[in-house]
């Protein structure tokens, strides 16, 4: 982490792995991961190209992974607004309802 931290000027730390497998399974590590990427870059349309291909059976589970990257982005972003050395998410990210 501390060679991330040295080359970059914000690191958002978190468990996604634990996301995935909050989402319903962890196959969905790469969804979580794009949706938090979906935050911080002008890409409006990723959930619907999710929707369009990933198989049906593991839709749910890649919709919520994708939902809880969006919700980590938010949380670290609420968090270290005002914090100009703010480098991780802190708590745990409440689940999707």
């Given at each position: 982490m501390k060679a991330l931290t040295d080359t970059?000027?914000?690191v958002i730390?978190?468990?996604a792995a634990q996301l995935a497998l909050d989402a319903g399974h962890p196959q969905t590590l790469n969804v979580v991961m794009l949706?938090?990427?979906s935050r911080m870059l002008p890409?409006?349309?990723l959930e619907?190209?999710?929707a369009?291909?990933?198989s049906q059976k593991a839709l749910d589970a890649n919709i919520r992974g994708f939902k809880l990257g969006q919700r980590i982005f938010?949380?670290?972003f609420s968090d270290c607004a005002?914090?100009?050395q703010c480098s991780h998410v802190h708590g745990p990210v409440e689940p999707l309802t």
């Amino acid at each position: 982490m501390k060679a991330l931290t040295d080359t970059c000027e914000r690191v958002i730390e978190y468990d996604a792995a634990q996301l995935a497998l909050d989402a319903g399974h962890p196959q969905t590590l790469n969804v979580v991961m794009l949706g938090t990427l979906s935050r911080m870059l002008p890409l409006t349309a990723l959930e619907d190209v999710v929707a369009e291909h990933v198989s049906q059976k593991a839709l749910d589970a890649n919709i919520r992974g994708f939902k809880l990257g969006q919700r980590i982005f938010g949380v670290w972003f609420s968090d270290c607004a005002h914090e100009s050395q703010c480098s991780h998410v802190h708590g745990p990210v409440e689940p999707l309802t």
